[in-house]
């Protein structure tokens, strides 16, 4: 089945500064990969995703690249701010022929110091 | 348009028992996937259904099931409640596939 391997699990940057996240997956039939933002006491949510058939996708201070020839997918995060502190999971999905299931990395839990 | 709505938020259960969590996807959305969270295991699939059909499943034992009803809405149903079931159940509704919105969750606590 996939695997997706996460990195760093710990990500402590200044107020300003940018943030990156790196994940790598091993199925190459996946095609979406999705961004969530998860904070204490609430569900993860969707914050930014890409298809594997775009490089590159930028939402304001976020983006995402893709590189799938290597398998792997990050997450810039640009001036970064306090209430960006929360933990985030990259993750993988394939498309069945009968549904979807999205398989995690293990977390990144960023903080953004003032 | 309201977000996917999971009760209860909280469930304190002991050992043997069974229990039964309930997820309503936001309107018009027509898949709804469930997760399990803990610390050690991070975020693991536990299966996925549509217009009322499982259509894809997560290596968990028998212990757990679902089922979705005719308006989407689904439930999960854990038998035989073990320690290591305690988790964060969350719940994540699609319109067909692969972009999911997620629930707050229901935390499970297992005594």
């Known amino acids: 089945g996939e695997n997706v391997e996460q990195h760093p699990s710990t990500l402590s940057v200044q107020e300003g500064d940018s943030a990156v996240i790196k994940c790598t997956y091993s199925?190459?039939?996946?095609?979406?990969f999705p961004w969530y933002k998860q904070e204490l006491g609430k569900g993860p949510q969707l914050i930014i995703d890409i298809r594997s058939n775009v490089g590159e996708k930028k939402d304001q201070r976020i983006a995402v690249t893709l590189n799938k020839t290597a398998k792997h997918f990050s997450l810039h995060i640009t001036e970064t701010q306090p209430e960006d502190s929360a933990v985030y999971f990259c993750?993988?999905?394939?498309?069945?022929?009968?549904?979807?299931?999205?398989?995690f990395g293990k977390g990144t839990s960023l903080l953004v110091t003032p | 348009k309201a977000g996917v709505t999971q009760t209860p938020r909280y469930l304190i259960k002991t050992r043997g028992q069974q229990v039964t969590l309930s997820c309503s996807p936001i309107?018009?959305?027509?898949?709804v996937s469930w997760y399990q969270q803990t610390p050690g295991q991070g975020l693991q699939f536990l299966f996925e259904?549509?217009?009322?059909?499982?259509?894809n499943k997560g290596n968990f034992p028998g212990r757990f099931s679902g089922r979705q009803f005719s308006n989407s809405r689904s439930e999960m149903n854990v038998s035989t409640l073990e320690l290591g079931d305690s988790a964060l159940y969350l719940c994540?509704?699609?319109?067909?596939?692969?972009?999911?919105?997620f629930g707050p969750g229901t935390r499970l606590t297992v005594l």
């Open positions: 259904y549509f217009s009322e059909t499982q259509r």
């Open positions: 309107s018009g959305h027509r898949s």
């Open positions: 994540a509704s699609s319109t067909a596939g692969n972009e999911q919105f």
């Open positions: 199925d190459s039939a996946s095609n979406y």
């Open positions: 993750a993988a999905s394939t498309s069945y022929s009968s549904g979807y299931a999205l398989n």
